[in-house]
Structure formats: structure tokens, C-alpha cells
């Protein structure tokens, strides 16, 4: 049972274009949103957050929107650079029950072509 | 800091061995978690811990699986008798308590590749 989804296994775009990753959860309780990304051989880091009080958030190139009633979020990069291809994750917590319990998507590998 | 530690990086065995991962979380951090990540089901937490207290282990997949943190500095992820569907990488992340009304995120470590054949 994923409750949280990422739909597109994989995704290319074209360097300096905008590159957008979508992200489905299900779970009403999640409340703070985060996305990841990893690099090959490496663990995955932290990109950008959004709590749901809020619909964006802005960091530099990275924007993330939060669609409260559809239960979906994106994450968009604009413009999209050859090392921002990696795999990116969505992940959800919890308003209770454990904050610190993240729930992580499966991923989305980004190829980004110069 | 050097970051969160895990040995080994690669690890391959076969079937029915026991496997020991092995993690050392950011110093000061509080709490340690552990994931496997595999292609089907992305990255799945297994158990985490709060002050080298397991907290919710309900991702541990079976009793083949246990998890130990004798101090907090160190943790221990253990699969006896290994089976070939245990094969993913594993990572262990740490993370401390965050002020009130923030939350904290997690650093990972680079992961251990393991392979049960």
C-alpha cells in the first residue's frame, strides 16, 4: 500500500527547460512534505520542504506546490541544469503519530540533456 | 562533520548467511532511522530509534530482521538467515529533535549495497 506515489519512474527534458515532478499521497494525515535527491552511489539529501499551511515554496531554481484537495504535490525546476539529473523522492509525514515517521515515494529519475 | 557512516558500502553473501550492517549517525543527532530501497517499493523505513530506543518497528519486514543501537553512536542492522529477496541497499539516516514547530530533516548515509545469492 504506497501512500505515497510517484507515477513517473523516469523523465527527460531538455537543458534550461523547466522539469516537473509530480508526487501523489494518500494518507489525510500527512501534513509536511519534503523532496529529496540522490545522486548514484550516493544517500539521498535533502532539496526543499512545504508545510501544508502553505500551497509553495520557493528556493532559488526549485519550487514546490501543494495541491491540498487533490492530494498532490510537484516539484518544479526551472531552469532545469545537466546536474540536476537524479532521482528525486517525495516524501510525507505526519501530523501525529510520529512526526519523524517519513514516508518516501519510489522515485523519479530526472535526465537532464544538455 | 564527517557525515553519517555506514560499513559496509558493498556486501555480498549467500543465502542463509548473516548479515551485519553496521551505521554511525551525525554526532549530537537523536534520532537514527533505518530504510531499505528497492526498485518496486522505493525507499521503506524499517525501524528507527530515539535516544538508542527502537520507536516503531513495524517496517521491519520479518523476525529475520532485528535492529540494535547500544549507544548513539553506533547501530547495528542484522538479517539472520539472509534470502535473495533481501537484496536492495540499505541506508541509515540521522536526525536531531527540532525546535518546536519545525521539522527536522534527515541525512542519509551512503548506503550499503547488499547482495544475497
Known amino acids: 500500500d504506497q501512500q505515497v506515489k510517484q507515477n513517473s519512474p523516469s523523465l527527460s527534458v531538455q537543458e534550461g527547460r523547466i522539469s516537473i515532478l509530480n508526487c501523489d499521497y494518500t494518507n489525510s494525515m500527512f501534513d509536511y512534505f519534503l523532496w529529496y535527491k540522490k545522486y548514484p552511489a550516493e544517500g539521498p539529501t535533502f532539496l526543499i520542504s512545504i508545510s501544508s499551511i502553505k500551497d509553495k515554496n520557493e528556493d532559488g531554481r526549485f519550487t514546490v506546490f501543494l495541491n491540498k484537495s487533490a492530494k498532490h504535490l510537484s516539484l518544479h525546476i526551472v531552469p532545469s541544469q545537466p546536474g540536476d539529473s537524479a532521482v528525486y523522492f517525495c516524501?510525507?509525514?505526519?501530523?501525529?503519530?510520529?512526526?519523524?515517521?517519513?514516508?518516501f515515494g519510489t522515485g523519479t529519475k530526472l535526465q537532464v540533456i544538455p | 562533520d564527517a557525515g553519517v557512516i555506514q560499513s559496509p558500502r558493498h556486501e555480498v553473501t549467500e543465502m542463509g548467511q548473516e548479515v551485519t550492517l553496521r551505521c554511525k549517525p551525525i554526532?549530537?543527532?537523536?534520532?537514527l532511522f533505518w530504510y531499505r530501497q528497492t526498485m518496486m517499493r522505493g525507499l521503506e523505513l524499517l525501524i528507527y530509534f530515539n535516544n538508542n530506543v527502537p520507536i516503531d518497528d513495524s517496517g521491519m519486514p520479518e523476525d529475520r530482521f532485528s535492529a540494535k543501537m547500544p549507544n548513539a553512536s553506533f547501530s547495528t542492522l542484522k538479517i539472520q538467515p539472509s534470502e535473495p529477496r533481501d537484496s536492495a541497499v540499505y541506508f541509515c539516516?540521522?536526525?536531531?529533535?527540532?525546535?518546536?514547530?519545525?521539522?527536522?530533516?534527515?541525512?542519509f548515509g551512503p548506503g550499503t549495497r547488499l547482495t544475497v545469492l
Open positions: 539516516a540521522s536526525s536531531q529533535t527540532p525546535d518546536r514547530g519545525r521539522r527536522d530533516t534527515q541525512y
Open positions: 554526532s549530537g543527532h537523536d534520532y
Open positions: 516524501a510525507a509525514s505526519p501530523l501525529t503519530g510520529g512526526y519523524q515517521k517519513v514516508t
